[in-house]
């Protein structure tokens, strides 16, 4: 920005705070008062929660922040940040008038659904707060291989953070990951208004909220007293007027707050007026007058939010905690009830006056304003934030080999498979080996990544030697920590794990970087980590989940560690596209794949749920028609004859039990056949996708028909199909409304309990004499 005058400034900042506040609180009043209402249901759109953000956030993105600087905002601030854009020039009138409505601004800030300049997706508390320390350490990690573009600077991830929002505890999973992690350029601004979504927070609660980041090395900024109070605190008496308020219990500063002046002087009067200073503190000021001074705290006084922001200039970790007023400048300030309240139609109205606003003016950029249009136009182009226009960023595709290298061992699970595949791709100097990084919970050698770690090394932000490798302790794992090692080991926090995806699988548009993510887990603990992969996956981050082992094939764990619902996750979970290969041969084709459908623009993220289960891989050569059959979600292992009358269908792990059940169903069926497949998800989403397309549900197969629908065509149209699978049985259930056929479908539907697989197979119908058994009830 050009030099200004620091008054000038000030002065620009605190109209544009104005026209935020107003452009916030008059885009939620529309949705609610103005537009047509057609289903009856409250809009919403929590004006008091922008309230309290609007200074924090007109000297943030007019003033303090860089391009290349990363925000996740506040969910309940959407409005805020859609105001901003709009004077940016990056949001529209037309998105502003239908908030909350088909096609408009969104209710939360989403990468994916608004056309503004968004960082993080938002909307599950917590979870953009966490999302910028993991950014940060994929920024490090970027930086440090000198994977960014060498002119793109450093930036910070910055969160807005309500103070409610510090109930969650991925918060604080996150901030010891950061802290092992030594994490950099960050900052966390907590709006501290002290009221939640029913109540008012805690005071001792939050009273310990500062030492915590202490604790984890983090420099903490309290923006408690705006410039208004700290002239009072100088005045004789000055100090008892500081003490009053600090020792002011959060539940009665918020009720003085909606009370104002009077209720200001009636307890001042009551507590202090033995203090000659104060007294004439209180003649000095009516009740208007008074209250603005009482409520003039840091966080809504933009001098000192100022002055805060600009005297950090190191990369230290840094949690402001800004003291603000929940719906400052509104009517029901301070009110325990305004989270999710809104202004009448009376209050609306007295709140433009006051704004200076005339009716048909309400979208105009300027109107109210004191300064001139022109300087307010040049304040805002030359804003740092907003020199380079839009600020995602892109970075070319990572080319895949043809094939991936495949083991050959004659007996093998599909974890040890996965393992051997990437200790192979590291084993060789490729700009894939390069690009792939990978992160675990605490489970790194049990899924199998140890050979990869080996190779590859652990990411540190400095040299750190295996301590058993110096005392030269025999060990098969060399965990060298290094500034070029690839994988990022994490505590045990599942929630961590797929935030850390995340940000990882948006390194391209973050920070101009393409990086391959994968991670592992134990398959039941995705459950754990559900909303935090909901939300990597709402933000379009693209990365590879492996999930191992899977179902109750993990015998002798017992049902802690048994899964049962995950495949019914994979099919569900949108932007997420899940894969259950049975043999090794099969799972390189779908790493493959998956490495290279991550990239595209309308690709996913890929979810491949694998198994510890040792099996004998089959002697086969798959050719490009079988591995594009694997790809589309299946393929027949023992192809039936025109016109049979059953089927078995398989998945996974428990494919031999269908091989057995099938070498002995036909010598009773001839022309029976064995169905494997890879991805009920692939295959339900294009058989859906191929009937939208012709607008009806066909029964017949024709040029659009979708693989499943080609798969079934061989069979009869009274032909029976008994499903099996290491998971819910609903995950395969749903092939008989493909052709109308009748399903016995087998699978898990209770806990598992400690066992070998022959007992626990047995118990839970999932063996050959089940899958016979279920044969012959189809056909009674």
Same mark, same amino acid.
């Given at each position: ?7 000038? #400034? &000030? *002065?620009? @900042?605190?109209?544009? /705070? %104005? ?5 916030? +609180? ?116 970027? #930086? &440090? *291989?000198? @994977?960014?573009?060498? /002119? %793109? ?5 910055? +969160? ?621």
């Amino acid at each position: 920005m050009t030099s200004m005058a620091p008054v000038q #400034r &000030l *002065k620009l @900042l605190r109209d544009l /705070e %104005r026209k935020v506040l107003w452009l916030s +609180a008059w885009t939620i009043h529309h949705a609610n008062h103005v537009r047509p209402n057609r289903d009856g249901l409250k809009v919403g759109g929590h004006q008091a929660s922008c309230a309290s953000l609007a200074t924090v956030m007109t000297a943030l993105y007019f003033s303090v922040l860089r391009p290349e600087d990363r925000v996740a905002v506040k969910p309940h601030a959407s409005p805020v940040f859609h105001a901003i854009q709009y004077l940016f020039g990056h949001q529209t009138q037309d998105k502003l008038e239908h908030f909350r409505s088909y096609g408009g601004a969104q209710s939360y800030p989403s990468r994916t659904k608004d056309v503004d300049d968004v960082d993080f997706s938002t909307g599950s508390v917590g979870l953009g707060v966490a999302m910028t320390l993991f950014s940060s350490i994929v920024q490090d990690y970027v #930086r &440090l *291989k000198k @994977l960014a573009p060498a /002119e %793109r600077p450093t930036g910070r991830m910055v +969160a807005l953070v309500g103070d409610a929002e510090l109930d969650e505890g991925n918060i604080f999973e996150a901030l010891l990951e950061g802290w092992k992690h030594d994490v950099r350029n960050l900052w966390w601004v907590i709006d501290y208004n002290r009221q939640s979504l029913d109540g008012v927070v805690n005071d001792r609660l939050f009273g310990r909220i500062g030492e915590m980041f202490e604790l984890v090395g983090w420099r903490v900024v309290t923006l408690k007293y705006g410039k208004l109070l700290e002239t009072a605190f100088a005045q004789p008496d000055g100090e008892q007027l500081r003490q009053w308020i600090d020792d002011c219990p959060n539940s009665l500063y918020s009720a003085l707050v909606f009370k104002g002046g009077a209720g200001w002087r009636e307890a001042l009067t009551r507590d202090l007026n033995q203090y000659p200073g104060i007294r004439r503190i209180l003649e000095q000021h009516d009740d208007a007058s008074l209250h603005r001074l009482m409520t003039n705290l840091a966080g809504n006084d933009m001098q000192a939010v100022l002055d805060a922001f600009e005297g950090v200039t190191d990369d230290t970790p840094t949690c402001f905690i800004a003291y603000t007023i929940k719906g400052q400048g509104l009517p029901f300030a301070g009110h325990k009830d305004n989270h999710s309240g809104l202004m009448t139609v009376e209050q609306m109205a007295g709140f433009k006056k006051g704004m200076g606003i005339a009716d048909g003016q309400e979208w105009q950029k300027f109107a109210g304003l004191a300064a001139p249009v022109a300087e307010l136009e040049t304040f805002i182009r030359q804003a740092p934030f907003n020199a380079e226009g839009r600020r995602r960023t892109a970075a070319p595709a990572i080319a895949i080999p043809a094939a991936l290298p495949r083991p050959n061992d004659r007996k093998a699970s599909t974890q040890e498979g996965f393992g051997k595949i990437l200790n192979a791709i590291a084993a060789e100097d490729s700009e894939l080996g390069r690009r792939i990084v990978t992160t675990s919970p605490d489970v790194s050698v049990s899924t199998n990544l140890g050979a990869w770690i080996n190779r590859r090394g652990l990411f540190g932000h400095t040299e750190a030697e295996d301590v058993f490798r110096e005392l030269k302790v025999v060990s098969a794992q060399l965990w060298r920590k290094t500034p070029r090692g690839q994988h990022i080991e994490l505590g045990i926090a599942e929630n961590n794990l797929f935030i850390q995806l995340a940000a990882l699988g948006l390194s391209h548009e973050l920070f101009g970087t393409r990086l391959l993510p994968i991670g592992t887990l134990y398959d039941p603990f995705i459950a754990r980590g559900l909303d935090a992969l909901n939300y990597a996956c709402y933000q379009d981050a693209r990365f590879m989940v492996v999930a191992t082992p899977s179902g109750v094939t993990l015998a002798p764990e017992g049902g802690a560690h048994q899964s049962i619902h995950t495949p019914l996750i994979g099919i569900g979970q949108p932007g997420l596209l899940s894969y259950e290969p049975a043999f090794v041969d099969e799972l390189a084709v779908l790493m493959r794949f998956g490495l290279e459908h991550m990239q595209q623009p309308k690709g996913s993220s890929i979810y491949l749920r694998l198994s510890t289960r040792s099996l004998l891989q089959p002697e086969r050569t798959l050719s490009p028609a079988q591995e594009a059959d694997l790809i589309a979600g299946g393929y027949w292992y023992a192809p039936p004859e025109p016109g049979a009358d059953v089927a078995l269908v398989a998945m996974g792990a428990v494919t031999p039990e269908a091989i057995a059940a099938h070498a002995s169903i036909v010598r009773d069926f001839a022309g029976a056949g064995l169905l494997v497949l890879s991805s009920p998800d692939r295959l339900h989403a294009d058989w859906l996708a191929a009937q939208r397309e012709r607008g009806r549900t066909a029964g017949t197969i024709d040029r659009g028909a979708s693989p499943v629908e080609r798969l079934l065509a061989p069979l009869s149209r009274d032909a029976r199909l008994v499903t099996v699978l290491d998971g819910h049985p609903l995950a395969l259930s749903w092939l008989g409304s493909v052709r109308g056929q009748r399903v016995v479908p087998l699978g898990i539907e209770s806990f598992g309990q400690s066992g070998d697989i022959p007992d626990l197979y047995r118990a839970y119908r999932l063996d050959a004499a089940a899958l016979v058994d279920a044969v012959a009830r189809a056909i009674s």
